[in-house]
Structures are given as structure tokens and as C-alpha cells.
């Protein structure tokens, strides 16, 4: 995913975004640059991957920046915020939106020398779909026709994975070693845009022999770097691509993500030149600009399409009350967080989709008014909460600070005895997530994967989304959002969504706190770079 580097103060991302049009060209050339040849390293600071790295498997950032690096999909997010583009795709044609044929480009190669052919994303993605794989991003598959024959899961939390109806998705055709036909269960316009997240992208065949676990422990890709090594909490290690031909080549050599449990120790590493590049600054940093005095130049204020949540496990049953879950979101200032905790580096979220998305409406989430009153009225209407309610944090980043106010917020307004708990490390903490072990609220934040709307529902609210892992579930909100991803047009889906969010904003099922700004520095090393379009470095860019 790629974006160029942005000044905090503005960002017209929503109106840019486009469909892929049939054989639109992926506009990166193929890289001739001649810096290319040139030796170099960086050092960029990271968080240790929750699981092995495999693509249809992983859900959170640590793991999925790494696999944005090792990968390059059909489509892409042109650095200029415009229209997605194809990359791996050499053309995608529909007449109804409901039958693609994608061609890809001829002779690519994976990093162990094999040929990318459209085998290996029809066997990717039926790896993805298969119920029994268990992979967290399985519903990215849910448009493809005969995904209900092959997806499968446990009657009740421990249950083994029942066998599915069938082991391949009927939607999925292999035409020649370049071309593969997708059928859908329903016209899906936003299909293609889809395209570019890292679910979809080809597996080779050493994963299929290898196994998920192996493999995803040395990676075999696509993109313009390979993998080289990974030490547990300690870095990942990742070399330039030679035979890389998709966009532009990496002009330096190689990439050290040097993974951290504290951003503290990553900021004085980034600040004394020991690492290259650190995606979020401390929050202590932001008082009074004091990350600017020490970066200077370096410094980069940037806006992205993410949002600070805070979720609810409705497997506790203490929060299966929709008028509980709405006094605490009410109870919260929003507004004096952001300015005082994050010193206006942050904006108060009022939406359930982050409004630099492609159909999100601003304003639609009455959950995130500060209204103390109204709060108290319906907790008392409420079944109330007894006991501790624990709002959970990963304690390797900056979130202790805001968390801690949310908390104190709630337990002023409500009377409710909430504290904020730290979890040591990012990998943990969404081991727990995931897992379902959460005996209470805890972060969830969301970092756009492609630029739709559908993007903020789907994963997070529908039934069984990949995201969804407080399992939340509303048949209104199902059905609707089958209607909007079946609709005619973009714009039709949008308001089939809109409907959706209406029903999610009075369930209550998480609680948007802010909106993303981001805050970015480089050490003096790096002459020039940019970022994606979620903020993370766009590696190919690097030059020092």
C-alpha cells in the first residue's frame, strides 16, 4: 500500500480513490533506475509479528508490514493518492462485475526463482478460504462464489475446526499460466480495489509443501525485497530483490526491522541515529513540538486513514447491554484527550469509518458525543457493571497515557471502578485478542487495508469478519452489508453501508476515540523517502 509523504494539515484522499479500470498500466515502470545497483542499509524500528508470516493469516501491523515489503499484489495504492493501479495485474476485465478475468504479467518470479503463475493465487486463495487452515483473514474471501462450501468453524470456542462441503472454491478457474477467472457469488464494483490488500496476493509452491508454520517463518515473496532472518524480539532482516521487475527496484541494499518493547528506547535510537525510520513518535514527545526541536527537518507530521478504538468482548456477558456499552462510550471526552494528552495531534473521532475513506460519512457515530449525563441516565437504565473493568493496552507503545484517561473518565462520569492494564507486548496482547481470552474492554485500533468504506464493516462488525474479534453479531447488520457488497454500483453499496452503520451505532459494538495523525521521523542518513498510504515507509523510495 502506497501513499506519498503528506503535511498534516490537509489530505484529499476520499474523492481520488477509483475503481481498476480493464488493463489501466501500473504506471511504476520497471525500476531501470541506477541507483538500483547501489549498496546501502537502514535500520527501521518494528514490533515483533504476532504469527508466522503468512499473508491470508496476518491481521495486525507488526506482521503485516513485513509482508508488505516481501510482496507486491495485482493492484495497488499509487503513491499520489490517486486511483488503485494495477501491479502484478496485467489487466482485470468485467462485463457485470460479478465474473472477473485477470490477467497477470508473464515470467515475474517469486524471491526463490520460481514463476509467478495464476495458479499460485487460486491455490492461495483456496488455502485462505479452507475453514480447517484456520486463517484470520478468511472472509476477505467471502465475495468468491463456493466460499461457504470450503469455510467451516468450531460450534463453540475449543471445538476442532469441522471438515467444509468441499476443499476449492467453485468461483475460481485457472484459464492458462497467466490468466485465472473469479466468480463471485453476487456483482461486487468495489472488487478490484479489494485486490491490492495482502490477502490476495500468490503464494509459491514451497508454501504448499512446506506447510503454513515453516514457511511463514522464512517467507518466500514477490516484492522487492527478500526475506533473510528473523530473531524472535530482536529484528527481521531483508535484502533488494535483483530480479524484481513490478515497479521501481530498491535502491538501497537491505532493511533491518529491529524490533522493540518500548517506543521510548526506539525514539532515543531514531534520535542518536542508531535506526533510520520510526513510523510514531512517543506521545511524551509531542508536548510542546519537542520531537520537532530534536528531529528538525526530519521530523514528518502526516494524516492516515487509521482510527483509535476501543472494543468490547461480547463474549463477557457483563457488556451484552447495548445501553451499558453506549453510557461508557458517552462518558468520554473525546475532545480533552486529543488536546490534552495528545496535544491536538489527534482529532475526536464522531465516525464509524475514518473520513479520509472512500464513503464514509462524517458525523455518524452519536456514540462518541461527551454527553456525562445522558451517560448516567442510561447507566442507570442499564444492568450496570459490578466488579473492575479493565480497559487492556499493548505497553509497547504510547498508550498508556490516553488509556489511562479514557478509564478515569468512565469511572468520574459512571462511578465505575475502571483502570487501564497494560499487556507487556503487541504480539501478546493480540495473542489474547485473538484468542478470546479478553475479560474486558480493551485497544483495537483499525489501519485501513483498501480504500473502501466496506473496509471499516466488513472485518470489524459483520458476523465471522476477520477483524471481528470481540464477535459481535447482528443480523440487520449482516444482511445489510450482503445487500451493499452486492450492490450495483460503488454508490449504491455506500448507502447500503450507511444503513449498516446506523444499526452499529446503536449497538455500540466498539467505541471510536480518535482519528490517526502521525508523526514520523528519519535519521540524518536518509536523503529522501516517502510513505504509504496507512504511513509506514515506502522501502522502494529510500535514498541516502
Known amino acids: 500500500m502506497r501513499v506519498s509523504k503528506r503535511a498534516s494539515s490537509a489530505l484529499a484522499v476520499g474523492a481520488a480513490f477509483a475503481l481498476v479500470a480493464s488493463g489501466c498500466s501500473n ?3 520497471n525500476g531501470d533506475d541506477t541507483s538500483a545497483s547501489k549498496d546501502g542499509a537502514i535500520t527501521i524500528g518494528g514490533t515483533q509479528p504476532q504469527n508466522p508470516l ?16 516481501l510482496w507486491t499484489a495485482l493492484v495497488e495504492y499509487p503513491n499520489n493518492g490517486g486511483a488503485p493501479q494495477n501491479a502484478l495485474a496485467e489487466s482485470i476485465e468485467t462485463n457485470d462485475s460479478k465474473v472477473f478475468t485477470i490477467k497477470i504479467k508473464p515470467n515475474t518470479k517469486f524471491h526463490d526463482g520460481t514463476t509467478v503463475k495464476a495458479e499460485n493465487f487460486v491455490k492461495a486463495w ?9 486463517a484470520q483473514g478468511a472472509s476477505f474471501f467471502a465475495d468468491i462464489q463456493g466460499f461457504d462450501d470450503v469455510y467451516s468453524e468450531p460450534e ?7 471438515e467444509p462441503k468441499a476443499k476449492e472454491m467453485s468461483g475460481l478457474k485457472v484459464v492458462d499460466d497467466w490468466t485465472f477467472e473469479v466468480t463471485l457469488n453476487a456483482p461486487t464494483s468495489v472488487f478490484p480495489t479489494k485486490l491490492g490488500y495482502s490477502a490476495f496476493v500468490p503464494l509459491p509452491d514451497a508454501f504448499f509443501t512446506e506447510g503454513a508454520e515453516k514457511f511463514g517463518r522464512n517467507p518466500i515473496g514477490n516484492g522487492p525485497v527478500s526475506f533473510v532472518s528473523w530473531t524472535d524480539d530482536v529484528d527481521i532482516k531483508l535484502t533488494r530483490f535483483d530480479d524484481y521487475s513490478l515497479r521501481n527496484k530498491m535502491k538501497i541494499k537491505d532493511v533491518t526491522v529491529k524490533i522493540y518493547q518500548d517506543d521510548v528506547a526506539e525514539y532515543n ?3 542518536s541515529g542508531n535506526i533510520d525510520f520510526m513510523q510514531q513518535v512517543p506521545v511524551s514527545m509531542l508536548a510542546g513540538d519537542k520531537w520537532k526541536s530534536d528531529l528538525g527537518e526530519r521530523a514528518i507530521p502526516s494524516v492516515t486513514p487509521a482510527t483509535g478504538i476501543i472494543a468490547f468482548p461480547f463474549y463477557d456477558k457483563r457488556f451484552n447491554d447495548p445501553k451499558l456499552r453506549r453510557a461508557i462510550s458517552l462518558s468520554i471526552d473525546r475532545k480533552a484527550i486529543t488536546e490534552k494528552i495528545f496535544f491536538g495531534n489527534r482529532t475526536p473521532a464522531d465516525s464509524w469509518a475514518n473520513p479520509l475513506t472512500p464513503g464514509a460519512e462524517p458525523g455518524n457515530c452519536t456514540a462518541c458525543k461527551y454527553d456525562p449525563e445522558e451517560a448516567k441516565r442510561l447507566f442507570k437504565e442499564s444492568i450496570g ?3 473492575k473493568l479493565t480497559l487492556s493496552y499493548n505497553g509497547d507503545a504510547s498508550h498508556k497515557e490516553w488509556m489511562e484517561a479514557v478509564a478515569q473518565q468512565i469511572k468520574t462520569n459512571l462511578g465505575i471502578d475502571a483502570v487501564a492494564v497494560a499487556v507487556p507486548t503487541f504480539a501478546v496482547f493480540r495473542q489474547n485478542i485473538t ?3 479478553m475479560t474486558g474492554a480493551y485497544r483495537a485500533g483499525w489501519q485501513q487495508d483498501y480504500p473502501d468504506v466496506e473496509n471499516w464493516i466488513m472485518p470489524l462488525y459483520v458476523t465471522g469478519g476477520s477483524s471481528n474479534d470481540g464477535q459481535y453479531s447482528n443480523p440487520e447488520v449482516d444482511a445489510l452489508a450482503k445487500a451493499a457488497v452486492a450492490a450495483p454500483s460503488i454508490e449504491e453499496s455506500h448507502k447500503k453501508f450507511a444503513e449498516a452503520v446506523k444499526i452499529i451505532d446503536q449497538d455500540v459494538p466498539s467505541m471510536p476515540i480518535y482519528f490517526q495523525g502521525q508523526q514520523s521521523g528519519h535519521s540524518e542518513k536518509i536523503k529522501k523517502m516517502e510513505l504509504t498510504n496507512v504511513g509506514e ?8
Open 27 to 29: 504506471g511504476g515502470g
Open 385 to 387: 457493571f459490578t466488579g
Open 156 to 162: 463453540k470456542e475449543g471445538d476442532p475446526i469441522p
Open 269 to 271: 535510537d531514531l534520535v
Open 435 to 437: 484468542a478470546h481470552k
Open 537 to 544: 515507509l515506502d522501502i522502494t523510495t529510500v535514498e541516502l
Open 54 to 69: 503468512v499473508p491470508a493469516n496476518t491481521t495486525e501491523t507488526g506482521g503485516g508490514r513485513i509482508i508488505d515489503y
Open 126 to 134: 483456496n488455502w485462505g478460504a479452507y475453514g480447517p487452515n484456520g
